[in-house]
Nanobody, 122 residues
């Protein structure tokens, strides 16, 4: 069982940066692949990035490639999403997710956080 709590969202101007993070409970965080998703009002929840249990393998959606960076610190049970050059269309609720499978974490993870709001003003 894994419980996920996101923090670090907020309001930022276009062109700015944020680094939301997600803290996981449990003693087996290092066994889980982690992912970040977002959902804007009226839209589906989309995968943004994922990272393997070791951090050695990452995946990025085309929409964020080159602007967002996923990383993790297994000693702190934390996964981060560094977001640079933010745009108004990045406004959404951002969710972290966990799954034992590095591919399934992108399409149907077993565990979700409650989300953190990111708002980018123009």
């Amino acid at each position: 069982q894994v419980q996920l709590v996101e923090s670090g969202g907020g309001l930022v101007q276009a062109g700015g940066s944020l680094r939301p993070f997600c803290v996981a409970s449990g003693r087996t965080f290092s066994s889980y692949a982690m992912g970040w998703f977002r959902q804007a009002p009226g839209k589906e929840r989309d995968v943004l990035a994922s990272i393997s249990w070791s951090g050695g393998s990452t995946y990025y959606a085309d929409s964020v490639k080159g602007r967002f960076t996923i990383s993790r610190d297994n000693a702190k049970n934390t996964v981060y999403l560094r977001m640079n050059n933010l745009k108004p269309e990045d406004t959404a609720v951002y969710y972290c997710a966990a799954d034992l499978n590095v591919y399934k974490v992108r399409v149907g993870p077993d565990y979700w956080g409650q989300g953190t709001q990111v708002t980018v003003s123009s």
